[in-house]
């Protein structure tokens, strides 16, 4: 049998199909309701449901839904296709994670705050991983780690090196959840790190075995998903940064190898102004675009 061959009753085992979306909404609100940090925070927030239902993704895993009205407003439009919801609530004091779960299927949820990070983010928020284990009829469990990495906090850019050097520890702390997981593993969201962007971070989770599936399909395909000359970035605090691809859908390269999981399709979606404000402009849904992958997984 030639090295990485699968054994023949591997290959012919029917795979399940799971379409995944990751998406980081931007819903982030000044604490006096005025400047907010992205801008027109209400309009975007009542199309945002549309574009979930409009994708049609088995798994939705969003980011920086912060505030409890504005994930009730989500989850009302979506429940019918989504009742099974992984969030885990905010400790006394604390802002929301930001971090929510969707699925068709039936899921146990849990939150890993990071240990390392910013002190703006360890005060006001539970910012971390939202570990879902989602039961896949035909495969058994599939663990999808829904993140969000450090951008530097309020006094440090994303590419800093103090920035760097905390994503480096919140980076060995998702390998460490993944290492424990059951199932197949999606390791997926906002790392505020990506080729040619806080570069050091994306590659290390490449020497920790994990494989980036928008790369692995379409190489160095120069796509972003997030933008500087987006009009919601053009006056924000890193407006000065580059255009980068920051957010992912990671696998172990192992389930690659092995065949446990196949990508057929994964595209950056929701990059397209769409949503008419107040004053009469057009924007995008998010500061960020999404990621919209489609897999084949088979049982480990």
Known sequence: MPVGALPRHDRCVTPAR?????YNTGLLRAPLQRFDPIPHVDERLAAIPTEILRLEADVVALQEVFQPRDRHTILARVRTRYPHV???PAARAQ???????????PLRARVEPFRDGPWSERVLSNKGALVTEIDLPE????????Q???????F??????RAEAMRRGQVD????????ARGTVLLVGDLNAGPGAAEANYRQLEACGFTDLFAHLHGDDPACTWDPKNALNAHGLHRSCPPQRIDHVFVRAEDLRLG?????RVRIVLDRPQVRTAAGATVTPSDHYGLHAELEIRRP
């Open 148 to 154: 969000h990495a450090t951008a530097g906090g309020f």
């Open 173 to 180: 702390q998702l390998v460490a959840i993944a290492r424990g």
């Open 18 to 22: 799971l379409s995944l979306l990751t």
């Open 95 to 105: 802002f929301d994670s930001g971090l929510l779960t969707l699925s068709r299927h």
């Open 156 to 161: 440090a850019l994303p590419e800093s090196p």
């Open 86 to 88: 992984g969030h885990v």
């Open 139 to 146: 495969v058994g469990p599939v663990t999808v780690i829904n």
């Open 260 to 264: 446990r999981v196949t990508p057929r």
